[in-house]
């Protein structure tokens, strides 16, 4: 089955249901008996993967067949907490796909080595789940859209909100105009921990490796339009370079083709009191407050329309998981919530903001204009 997905198709379908799935039903695809496991391997035993072993362990339908890191302390790692399924280790993944029969391949590596592996996983034919962001680089991000739009198996990326209950839930209000045609956005992601002197290249900087869940959000609310304009600020507390290290400090306004205005802040080094996440999407009639499930009118009513998520930063961990594991037991048929398109866009809007913030030629945090074209994505369509 080529898995060539249809752009236009999937904007259509977001922007009727919101992408929602139906998570927790189970049907048997040909080839998959009911008491049959999916096969799952895993490349790049870190910190996140962990957490996500210890998520995919809930998972019935999945058996973890083998691990692969390129440290062996990694591989241990990895073989003890999947221990009930008893892995193999290995610490080259072609090895390991040459080697095993697997239906699907977990790519959790640093941001800046997804495309180096994702790539040829979807080549040669797998089902892929990655991390988010795709990479860390256009031209990268590229590779990943090429070979996802052309492989057999499907692409799933780890930006969760498009599984959490909260945001399916409050999603449909924006698109289907309950609030009117939305006007503005706002957004923040506030942390009391982190350092000055995090690396930049390996994650991408801050935007790309940890805010790209939220301008996924954004992009999601706006019917998977990308911005046509960026403008953003930052700088690093202990004034380290940012050709080498992360900001610790920005603020990032991203304008789209019908003039709405998304405006975030992605802060770190704060006091305790600060740390929130905020997602409001404002419209002609009311606005949402995605993270608490709540819809405010400009009459000054109020209404739930959801279980809140706010500070918890795991919403759509656990459910992304088993959507990866039963897409691939039903046939994967079924365009993931978080798929190459979605994506793309929101990995590309982290990357703008980037762009518009580092001017890597002068080593300096300088705040300037960049178009969406100035990215020079050659998968636009």
Known sequence: MSYNLSRRRFIKTSAISASAVALGTRSVARGFPANEKVQIGWIGIGGRCTRLMIEMNKVTDARTVAVCDLKPDRIEKGKELMAKDKPKGYTDFRKMMDSEKLDGILVVTEPNNHSPLVVPVLEAGYHCFAEKPMDTTVQRVDAIVNAARNAKGFYQIGTQRRYSPTFLAGMPVILNGKIGKVTFMQGQWHWWRGSTKRLGERDGWGLTEQACHHMDVMSWAMKEKHPVSCVSIGYNQDHMPPKTYRETHSAT?????????????????????????????????????????????????EKKIAEPAIGNWGTGQTEQLFDFVDNIKTGGKRIPNANVETGRIGTLMSIMGRTAMIDFDKN??????????????TTDK
């Not at 998304?262 to 929130?276: G, I, M, N, R, V």
């Not at 300096?364 to 994505?377: N, Q, T, Y």
């Open 253 to 301: 306004a991203f304008k789209f083709p019908d003039g709405t205005i998304f405006s975030y802040t992605h802060l770190f080094l704060l006091a305790p009191h600060f740390e929130k996440e905020k997602l409001w999407v404002f419209g002609e009639k009311a606005g949402v407050d995605l993270p608490a499930g709540m819809m405010y009118g400009r009459d000054k009513s």
């Open 364 to 377: 300096a945090f300088e705040p300037r204009v960049i178009k969406w074209k100035d990215l020079g994505s």
